[in-house]
Nanobody, 124 residues
Framework: QVQLVESGGGLVQPGGSLRLSCAAS????????MGWFRQAPGKERESVAC????????YYSDSVEGRFTISRDNAKNTVYLQMNSLEPEDTAVYYC?????????????????WGQGTQVTVSL
């Protein structure tokens, strides 16, 4: 069964850090571009960061550039999102997905398989 499982979400104070993990099962991530997306209440799902399959080229949204880092460990079949300097505006459910983006690109329209999401809440 093809599955993506996110973990690492939680409650953190503004300025804090979290690392999200996305573990794949039932298939190998080696040949897939991977992405992190988020959806806040009442808002559309938006791109956060994506990473290419071959050259590892990355994309970051303007709102997270310089604060978040996407990485992948193909040996562990896992993708990570390191989130630093978190802000209340980062509060959302975070999803990982496989997709067909070219290196340096991202977007929900080309996403294929989604995880179930993990809640991130940034608050005092």
């Amino acid at each position: 069964q093809v599955q993506l499982v996110e973990s690492g979400g939680g409650l953190v104070q503004p300025g804090g850090s979290l690392r999200l993990s996305c573990a794949a099962s039932g298939f190998s991530l080696d040949y897939y571009a991977m992405g992190w997306f988020r959806q806040a209440p009442g808002k559309e799902r938006e791109s956060v960061a994506c990473i290419g399959s071959l050259d590892g080229g990355t994309y970051y949204s303007d709102s997270v550039e310089g604060r978040f880092t996407i990485s992948r460990d193909n040996a562990k079949n896992t993708v990570y999102l390191q989130m630093n300097s978190l802000e209340p505006e980062d509060t959302a459910v975070y999803y990982c997905a496989t997709g067909f983006w070219r290196s340096g690109q991202c977007g929900t329209g080309l996403a294929e398989t989604w995880g179930q999401g993990t809640q991130v809440t940034v608050s005092l």
